[in-house]
């Protein structure tokens, strides 16, 4: 079943469609960068912006806090809106469930499905912005990737830490991809899940920004997303890293667990 | 398993998930009956404890004001900031500001002071300065509890009661300063019942309100003493180091101008060693204080320009005044030279304060002060 899936995700063009536009803001970015040679101002401006003058070696990072808190989570909201909607709105749900497959099997196949595609669209922003930060900005130092603590980090700690890096954004994206697989299961309509899901990211977001919310603040789901920079620090700061897997992890359980609750006897009409 | 079942089971986890990290920090703290003299006496002594941990910090002023002109006090006492501590005692410290683009880190060890900041890939060394402006690690609920508390009368002191902070069970002081000249209403502080290490500090202007002007809070703590490598900063060669004498106007006062600040100050006694702070003046105790400032024209310029923005300052032409939250300000260049006076005072003890020190300044060879 998770082949299955798999196969229709690499076979469609609204999957490659989508990655490319994910980079297109980056490389947008990357263009004017190395046109003005302006970076933001120190403190402000996504992670890493400041620094990929110096060192273009950085850009995948910077690329990733760029469309890390709205485009990612966009794409992941409407691949995985889409999953269980999808199905309904192209009439073929009800001959997935003829199959001799669980419903439950079914939802991990789709689950699987985005977030293989989360990982798709990752690499894909890191290797091309890998590729315009050596064309387009500055060279690496010769004495190394400084730290954002300012010490020097080895070849292979920067390996190691972007690996990570790479692997704690897939994980960010998770919770996105269990509330949007449950609002599939709610609506017939995929735009619909995806909206709903977008409201639930906006409605984070402005509450972050909430004095009055601090209670809640932890739990909220893009709390922790850049985090990922903290990885970065000398010694590395693992504190809100370890809050950010751990609240995606409860969003993954509780939706997806949502999913199946609502799923696993829905009446299904077309 | 049937629908409502299933719905239950999911339930069932999502509050558990919610509930048990909050049930834990609601368990309750047992008081040890400490006096409040007894635990303010521990409070002061703590800053020799060895530790690390986070640190939160909430200013709740609208400050007026932008820019570096008065260091780090806007930012203290308007923005909100994520503290990293490692502290092995009060010369030998290190305490990073943590964003989500970058680090400012202060490295304190001995005489030095070294500063790295991330975004501009550069790194300052100066010596360390008793007369300085506000800075990340004087908000540090340790640091910020000695000073507060310095000078305070047992009968401004009482207790409050023990909450959990940072996990840890913490005990309870309220100082509610008794002189009349203070803009600070209370001061209310947690500290660790076993170490005395202050965990969460609040300032309360003298206004009516619950909402503290300023709160730090540990949010984590390890109270080993951490290692030395710890309190240095492994830099890059490839950075950019300036040398230099100071760090802000306030210690450049200090270092070259040729006066001695009076004894007193609109009824306040200079604080500490006259040979400590130079030029500056600092009088008060505990929250009431206030400093006097010499300015070089230049400096003094730029800063009138600044407080002249602001849409609340009160202009003479040759005083400036203006106040936030608890602090007072006060640019004077009625006399020879400038003064810029700033404090947790009312703005009548500041004005007080300018006329003191101007009618009490002594010229002084600045080599052989």
Known sequence: MIRVELVKLMTRPRTWITILALNALPTLVAVLLAVTDLGPRPGTGPPFLSAVLTDGTLFPLAALGIVLPLFLPVAVAVVGGDAIAGEVQSDTLRYLLVRPVSRLRLLVAKLVSVVVFVVLAVLAVAVVAYVEGRLLLGDAPATGVVSVSGSTLTQAEMTQRTGLAFVYVVLAMLGVAAIALFFSTLTDSAVGAALGTIGVLVASTVLLGLDAADAIKPYLMTRHWLAFVDLFRDPIRWGDVVDGVLTQLGYLVVFAGAAWANFATKDVNR | ?369
């Open chain 2, 1 to 369: 398993m049937g629908p409502a079942a299933r719905w239950l089971v999911v339930l069932a986890v999502a509050v558990a998930l919610v509930a048990v990290p909050q049930g834990l920090r609601a368990l309750p703290v047992e008081d040890t009956g400490e006096s409040a003299a007894d635990l303010a006496a521990r409070v002061l002594d703590a800053d020799r404890l060895g530790w690390s941990g986070e640190v939160a910090t909430q200013g709740d002023v609208e400050v007026p004001l932008s820019g570096d002109t008065f260091g780090g006090v806007v930012r203290i006492l308007g923005e909100s900031s994520r503290l990293r501590v490692w502290w092995r005692g009060p010369t030998q410290h290190r305490v990073d500001r943590v964003r989500e683009s970058g680090e400012t880190d202060v490295v304190r060890s001995g005489g030095t002071t070294v500063r790295w900041r991330y975004e501009g890939n550069r790194v300052s060394v100066v010596p360390y300065s008793r007369i300085r402006l506000p800075d990340d690690p004087d908000v540090v609920p340790v640091a910020l509890a000695q000073r507060l508390l310095t000078g305070a009368r047992a009968a401004e002191l009482s207790r409050l009661p023990s909450e959990r902070v940072a996990g840890r069970a913490a005990a309870g002081l309220r100082l509610v300063p008794a002189d009349p000249r203070s803009t600070v209403g209370r001061v209310d502080l947690w500290a660790d019942q076993e170490t005395g290490l202050p965990l969460r500090v609040e300032v309360y202007d003298g206004a009516a309100g619950s909402r503290p002007v300023l709160t730090t809070e540990t949010t984590s703590v390890d109270l080993t003493r951490p290692p030395r490598s710890r309190t240095t900063l492994d830099l890059s060669s490839g950075v950019d180091v300036s040398r230099g004498v100071t760090l802000d106007d306030a210690a450049g006062a200090d270092a070259y101008a040729p006066f001695a600040p009076p004894s007193e100050a609109a009824g306040l006694p200079r604080r500490g060693d006259p040979e400590d702070f130079g030029a500056v003046g600092v009088y008060g105790r505990g929250p009431t204080v206030l400093v006097a400032v010499p300015l070089r024209d230049v400096v003094a310029k730029g800063l009138r320009e600044q407080l002249r923005k602001a849409g609340t300052v009160r202009d003479t032409g040759e005083r400036q005044a203006l106040e936030f939250g608890p602090l007072s300000v006060l640019l004077d260049s009625s006399g020879r030279g400038n003064y810029v006076l700033l404090g947790t005072v009312t703005p009548q003890t500041l004005v007080q304060a300018a006329d003191d020190v101007r009618a009490g300044v002594r010229l002084v060879d600045p080599v052989g002060r």
